[in-house]
């Protein structure tokens, strides 16, 4: 391929020199010689060097400013040498662009590489995770509820050429992609979704955040929540409705609790109702137990049997009268 380029480019510059005018054809001649020795110099300049040939070929001035250069290089040694050669580190990969033409064979590093002075210029990428806070965003979510929503993205460089080449500022662009993504994903999702489901969300915005910057280069790797604000007023009737609901959820368990005690209570009193002296000893222990606690209350304990002759006498007379024994007797007419 490179003879067959090299031959039609010298039959275009043979017929550009038929062309011209007779007078000027010994100038053009000797520039078209001049020509194709720099190309032949160039060429067997690259294969001792051991350069990679360039996509779409060089031009003349371009092989005659990367052959100043290498001779400022010469000339210039050792000094030079500072300029040459550049280092990057374990977590860097270096760009390099020759006359604003990208270089072949990727991303150098990490380590040592060369650079040819005045038309060689690189630019370094950090391979490292880098995590930044997106911007609290007002969101309007699916029912109608305005809240405030604030995440936290992880993300990394994978392709160093396509962040580079591809996009202006990676980062940048990124931050202002996320919070797009962030305002999309939540406006689709209701006010309880979004306070119980974060890590569904989450994880929807990762994957399109991943979709979105793969073009550029960039892996999120992780996406994360960090608070999500509501209102004031709605925080007050969301509370009032808690509070509401626990307290149902009391009563109906104090009454639940207020059968069961009557449960006990009816058979205890079953019990009780059986043995006569149950009722005597349930007595004495609840004696016991107020005498125990240190106050100052004082009980005599008056048995019923001491009232019984004294109560026997007055329900006899109210029986007999024909009126019950709790209902007072009227006064006789004069």
């Known amino acids: 391929m490179e003879q067959v380029d090299a031959s039609s480019k010298n039959d275009v510059r043979a017929e550009t020199v038929v062309n011209l005018p007779q007078q ?7 520039a078209v010689v001049a020509t194709n020795h720099l190309y032949s110099c160039w060429n067997r300049l690259r294969k001792s060097l051991n350069l990679t040939p360039e996509p779409e070929g060089m031009g003349v001035i371009e092989v005659i400013a990367t052959l100043a250069s290498i001779v400022l290089l010469v000339f210039t040694l050792p000094f030079s ?4 050669f550049k280092v990057v580190q374990e977590y860097e990969r270096a760009v390099i662009f020759r006359l604003g033409r990208l270089r072949t064979g990727g991303a150098r590093g990490p380590g040592i590489f060369f650079v040819l002075p005045c038309v060689d210029t690189y630019c370094k990428v950090d391979l490292r995770t880098v995590s ?9 979510t699916k029912d109608s509820v305005t809240v405030t929503v604030d995440a936290v993205i992880y993300y990394r460089v994978q392709e160093p050429l396509n962040a580079v080449v591809k996009v202006n500022n990676y980062s940048h662009s990124t931050r202002l992609l996320a919070a797009t993504t962030l305002r999309n994903v939540l406006g689709t999702r209701n006010l309880s979704e979004i306070l119980s489901d974060r890590e569904a969300i989450a994880h929807m915005m990762q994957t399109a955040l991943d979709d979105a910057t793969d073009p550029w280069g960039v892996k999120v790797e992780r996406v994360e929540i960090k608070d999500v604000r509501l209102p004031v007023q709605l925080q007050r009737a969301m509370a009032a409705e808690a509070e509401a609901a626990r307290e149902a959820r009391a009563k109906v368990i104090a009454a639940e609790g207020e059968m069961k005690a009557s449960r006990a209570l009816k058979e205890a009193s079953d019990v009780m109702a059986e043995s006569p002296a149950a ?3 349930r007595y004495l222990q609840t004696l016991n137990s107020i005498s125990a606690e240190k106050n100052s209350t004082i009980i005599f304990p008056l048995p019923l049997d001491i009232l019984t002759p004294f ?7 109210h029986f007999q009268s024909g009126y019950p024994a709790s209902e007072p007797l009227s006064p006789l007419p004069q």
């Open 132 to 140: 930044f806070d997106v911007a609290p965003q007002e969101v309007l």
């Open 311 to 317: 109560l026997r006498p007055t329900q006899s007379r």
């Open 279 to 281: 009722l005597q000893l």
């Open 24 to 30: 000027a054809r010994p100038s053009v001649s000797a």
């Open 81 to 84: 040498l500072c300029f040459a």
